[in-house]
C-alpha cells in the first residue's frame, strides 16, 4: 500500500515541474522507451507511442495525458485529466483519491483541461492558452527556455524563472506572484541535483516544462522552498540503480521502471 507521504513524494517527482514549453527534440533511434512504472509491484503508469515513437499518451490512476501533432512532428495540444485529490487540499477529496481503483481517462473525468501552444518560425513555443489563461516564453541564448509570463483575464498574475547547468539539466526553478501593481513576490524555489546517468523521460521529446522532460540526466536531490512561510525547505533525495546503457531502472528500491 503506498502511504500519504510517499504518496506525495511520488507526485513531486512525475510533476517536479508544472507546464513549459511543448516543442519536440528526440533522443537518438535505439534510445529505449519507457513503458510502464511499477511502485511495490504494482503498475503505477505506463506509456504509449506512435508509430514513429513520439509519446501518444501518459496514463496512470490519476492523471492521464493525451499529446496531439501537427505534420511537422510538432505537439500542438495536449489533453489533461487527473483526479481531483492531485490538487486538493480538502482532507475527504483526499481520502477519496486513495480509495480510486478505476484509472482516469477522458470518458470517466469530469476534470479535464486542454492546452494549445504557437510556435515562431525558429520552432520555438511563444504561447500556451490553458483554460482563461496563457504564458508566453523568453529564451537564453543557447535556446533554453528562462522565463515564463502567466497571464489570467489579460492581466499578468505570475512568472517563472529557470537556470540550467553545462548540461542542460534544470538547476533552479523560481516561482513568483504578481500584484496587482505589477510587484513580484518570490513564493517558492526549486533547486535540483543530478548524476551522471541518462534521463529516460527526456527521450519523450516534450518540453512541456524544464525540468522532467528535459533534462540530459536524473534528479538526485530537490530542496523546495517556501518562501511565503518562513522560508521553509522540503528535501526529496532519489537513489538510482541503473541498466548496462546507463539508464534507471530502479528508483528508491521501490520503483521499477520497464522499457519498450
Same mark, same amino acid.
Given at each position: 500500500?503506498?502511504?500519504?507521504?510517499?504518496?506525495? +513524494?511520488?507526485?513531486?517527482?512525475?510533476?517536479?515541474t508544472c507546464d513549459?514549453?511543448?516543442?519536440?527534440?528526440?533522443?537518438?533511434? &535505439?534510445?529505449?522507451?519507457?513503458?510502464?512504472?511499477?511502485?511495490?509491484?504494482?503498475?503505477?503508469?505506463?506509456?504509449?507511442?506512435?508509430?514513429?515513437?513520439?509519446?501518444?499518451?501518459?496514463?496512470?490512476?490519476?492523471?492521464?495525458?493525451?499529446?496531439?501533432?501537427?505534420?511537422?512532428?510538432? /505537439?500542438?495540444?495536449?489533453?489533461?485529466?487527473?483526479?481531483?485529490?492531485?490538487?486538493?487540499?480538502?482532507?475527504?477529496?483526499?481520502?477519496?483519491?486513495?480509495?480510486?481503483?478505476?484509472?482516469?481517462?477522458?470518458?470517466?473525468?469530469?476534470?479535464?483541461?486542454?492546452?494549445?501552444?504557437?510556435?515562431?518560425?525558429?520552432?520555438?513555443? /511563444?504561447?500556451?492558452?490553458?483554460?482563461?489563461?496563457? $504564458?508566453?516564453?523568453?529564451?537564453?541564448?543557447? +535556446?533554453?527556455? $528562462?522565463?515564463q509570463i502567466f497571464?489570467?483575464?489579460?492581466?499578468?498574475?505570475?512568472?517563472?524563472?529557470?537556470?540550467?547547468?553545462?548540461?542542460?539539466?534544470?538547476?533552479?526553478?523560481?516561482?513568483?506572484?504578481i500584484d496587482e501593481?505589477?510587484?513580484?513576490?518570490?513564493?517558492?524555489?526549486?533547486?535540483?541535483?543530478? &548524476?551522471?546517468?541518462? +534521463?529516460?523521460?527526456?527521450?519523450?521529446?516534450?518540453?512541456?516544462?524544464?525540468?522532467?522532460?528535459? +533534462? $540530459?540526466?536524473?534528479?538526485?536531490?530537490?530542496?523546495?522552498?517556501?518562501?511565503?512561510? &518562513?522560508?521553509?525547505?522540503?528535501?526529496?533525495?532519489?537513489?538510482?540503480?541503473?541498466?548496462?546503457?546507463?539508464?534507471?531502472?530502479?528508483?528508491?528500491?521501490?520503483?521499477?521502471?520497464?522499457?519498450?
Amino acid at each position: 500500500m503506498i502511504h500519504t507521504g510517499i504518496w506525495v +513524494n511520488i507526485f513531486i517527482y512525475f510533476l517536479l515541474t508544472c507546464d513549459s514549453s511543448m516543442q519536440i527534440g528526440f533522443e537518438k533511434p &535505439d534510445t529505449p522507451l519507457l513503458r510502464q512504472i511499477f511502485i511495490d509491484s504494482v503498475l503505477f503508469s505506463e506509456y504509449t507511442y506512435t508509430n514513429e515513437n513520439r509519446i501518444s499518451e501518459e496514463k496512470s490512476k490519476y492523471l492521464y495525458i493525451k499529446y496531439i501533432y501537427n505534420d511537422k512532428n510538432q /505537439i500542438i495540444s495536449s489533453v489533461t485529466c487527473e483526479d481531483p485529490s492531485i490538487v486538493s487540499s480538502d482532507s475527504y477529496i483526499l481520502e477519496a483519491g486513495k480509495l480510486r481503483k478505476e484509472w482516469v481517462n477522458p470518458q470517466s473525468s469530469t476534470n479535464s483541461r486542454q492546452k494549445t501552444v504557437e510556435y515562431n518560425s525558429k520552432g520555438q513555443l /511563444i504561447k500556451m492558452y490553458e483554460l482563461s489563461g496563457y $504564458c508566453t516564453f523568453k529564451y537564453n541564448s543557447k +535556446n533554453r527556455t $528562462c522565463s515564463q509570463i502567466f497571464y489570467q483575464n489579460e492581466k499578468i498574475n505570475r512568472r517563472m524563472e529557470y537556470k540550467y547547468d553545462k548540461r542542460a539539466n534544470l538547476i533552479e526553478m523560481r516561482n513568483y506572484e504578481i500584484d496587482e501593481y505589477g510587484k513580484p513576490l518570490l513564493v517558492t524555489t526549486n533547486e535540483y541535483e543530478f &548524476d551522471n546517468n541518462k +534521463n529516460p523521460f527526456k527521450s519523450f521529446g516534450i518540453i512541456i516544462m524544464p525540468g522532467k522532460y528535459t +533534462n $540530459c540526466n536524473n534528479i538526485t536531490k530537490e530542496v523546495y522552498t517556501l518562501h511565503i512561510m &518562513d522560508n521553509q525547505k522540503q528535501i526529496t533525495k532519489y537513489y538510482y540503480e541503473y541498466d548496462d546503457k546507463g539508464y534507471p531502472v530502479i528508483v528508491n528500491k521501490n520503483m521499477k521502471y520497464i522499457y519498450k
